[in-house]
């Protein structure tokens, strides 16, 4: 059974099969497409036959420069303006597909098989694209929709276990955001539970999305309401600029604690549902401690990309299912953040 609902009223989100799906969604004409060397090898069927253009896997390859050689490719193989580029992985290849989509030949239609827990709840959706540069995640990029994005759950099976987990800290940043339901299957169901369970897998990125979906399709390009999305993001990407020790999901997850530590020590968020936040960050296997001194996660927060002059927007919880948007100046996030 597959799930289908549309985002920003152009992109349709699938929950289902690839495919099944995907014949009915690609368009006729010529299809390129894009993917990294290890959903090459591990996931043959989904190409076809065909020559994908192949990317290094890693964080280390988002960058600009994979960008070059892959607009460089699509020349040297005629693509032109009605080429259609198929991305076909985790969140780097479809972030890479969206962005050389968005810019090449001004712009060619794209859509997405996405791969990975940490791409169908997150990453794939919502139409950001871009790369990292001088270790600041996707400070190159744009807003640009694709026109479907399949979610297929059952290419989790090739994923290493940590991956799988590092997705999972995404969707209880969704459910913390705005679905109560969402974190409580999370809890009730544990890690193994929802490894070894399709349809529970399943209604946690069908939950996941539907979350995202409204909240994009309400604030497309993030003036306000989709600020909520990043909940535990301004901690987590300054983990990853100042520490290699941990992968963006597992960075993700002390963000998350981080955020709930903040809101408690702010009065926005009671001692209880800031031990559920934790105590579930916990049961799933995240560390909950950053892996660097606070005092230099704040020089990096002080340049992350969602800061404005000496201002940033920190999402706080106020329960689990709800939070809100605090604009902070660093002269109060700096006392703050050494007493966490
Ligand atoms: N990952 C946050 C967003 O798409 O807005």
Redesign the pocket.
Known sequence: MSYSLQVAGRSRIVVGPALAELPQLLPAGRIEMLTDRNVLHLHPELFAGRHPLVIEPGEENKRLQSVETVCRELIRRGADRSTFLLGIGGGIVTDITGFVASIYMRGIPFGYISTTLLGNV??SV?G?NGVDLDGYKNMIGVFAQPQFVICDTSLFSTLPVREVRAGLAEAVKSGIIGDEELFALIERTGFEGLRHTAAAMDEVVVRSVRL?AAI?SRDER?QGE?RK??LG?TFAHAIEKCSREMNHGEAVAVGLVMAARLARRLGLLPSAAEDRIAGLIEALGFTTQPPVPTAELFDAMTKDKKSEGDTIHLVLPTAVGDCVIRTVSFTELAPLLRSL
Do not use: Q, Y
């Open positions: 997150d990453a919502g950001k995202k994009v993030e989709r999305l990043n993001h």
